[in-house]
């Protein structure tokens, strides 16, 4: 028969193993790497990333932090340690208004707000995207513009001096097909379908 302290050792493994078990699950080792790799397609010194000291000038000229939970310190913090989930299953991810006044100020010349925008791009690519963006995007997808159009604005766009239809699909109704081709050829339209049905990878 086992004693109760082998007994009580045997849970105690038990709770490590599950707590190694979530701490894998939590820190995406190459979730640095991914972010990297992936924004330095589009801008440039992203891999200086990990050089990011905490000093906190981004996150204290930040506007949009003033008035919201939104930290860029903090992402900048988990793309360093592989925290993916936290980063990209975080609806603060976009508040950022990608002003670059952060971007402009970092003593480690880190492109912040570009990584910011790479983030972002990953978060849609496993299926995060705000309800109200999938709005927008359906719109785009379903007229070929963003904006809906409707008396209203018909009127306000006269007012201010403009034609009453703006100079897309909808003073081009031809096109809309062309701009729907555009839409599935990048990809766009199955990343919106996915994340509005809550398809997560
Ligand atoms: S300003 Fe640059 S170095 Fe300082 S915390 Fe922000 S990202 Fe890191
Ligand atoms: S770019 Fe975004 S994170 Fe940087 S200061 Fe502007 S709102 Fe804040």
């Known amino acids: 028969m086992r004693s109760k302290v082998e007994v009580n050792a045997d849970q105690a493994l038990k709770v490590i193993d599950l707590s190694t078990t979530q701490l894998i699950k939590k820190f995406d080792t190459d979730f640095t790497q991914e972010v990297i790799e992936y924004a330095s397609k589009f801008f440039e010194n992203v891999e200086n990333v990990k050089s990011c000291i905490q000093c ?8 949009s932090g003033r008035e919201t939970a939104w930290r860029v310190r903090k992402l900048i913090r988990q793309i360093q340690l ?9 609806d603060v ?7 670059y ?8 010349l880190i492109p912040i707000t570009d990584i910011v925008r790479a983030v972002r ?16 995007a ?25 034609s009453e239809l703006p100079p897309t699909v909808h003073s081009y ?12 050829e990048t990809g766009f339209t199955k990343l919106v379908e996915e994340a509005s049905k809550g398809v997560q990878k």
Request: net charge positive; charged share 25%.
């Open 93 to 99: 991810l976009w508040d950022c208004t990608t002003c």
């Open 82 to 90: 592989g925290l993916k989930n936290a980063a990209i299953r975080n």
């Open 56 to 63: 906190a000038t981004c996150t204290g000229s930040c506007p």
């Open 121 to 136: 791009n990953i978060a849609v690519r496993n299926g995060f995207m705000l309800p109200r963006h999938v709005q927008v």
């Open 173 to 184: 109704p031809d096109a809309l097909g062309e701009v729907k081709k555009l839409l599935d």
């Open 138 to 162: 359906g719109l785009m997808i379903k007229h070929g513009h963003a904006v809906p159009i409707n008396d209203e604005v018909k009127a306000v766009r006269k007012e201010i001096g403009l």
């Open 101 to 108: 006044t952060c971007q402009e100020r970092c003593p480690r």
